[in-house]
């Protein structure tokens, strides 16, 4: 008998993150994602206390993303004009 397969929080989130971008809020749901990632929706919960930790993870990866890209976008030189149509470009 083949063993269950494992699901990491990352796999998870990156599930998460993609049936809110193509399905919305409502798309969200504990059992999408264990279907996508091949197991059962309990199995989750070892990660992730239930929709609402799991929307509050996806939103801090997008926050830290944003920040990343913010920062790139300022690193590079030029005037203020610059620095924010590459933030504009970036977004």
Do not use: F, W
């Amino acid at each position: 008998m083949p063993s269950p397969r494992r699901t990491s929080l990352e796999q998870i989130l990156t599930i998460g993150t993609g049936l809110l971008e193509e399905q919305g809020p409502d798309g969200l749901t504990m059992q999408a994602v264990a279907q996508r990632a091949g197991v059962r929706a309990p199995s989750l919960y070892k990660h992730v206390d239930g929709r609402d930790a799991l929307v509050r993870l996806i939103a801090e990866g997008v926050v830290v993303d944003l920040g990343r890209v913010l920062e790139e976008a300022a690193d590079g030189a030029g005037g203020a004009g610059e620095v924010l149509t590459r933030a504009a470009r970036a977004l």
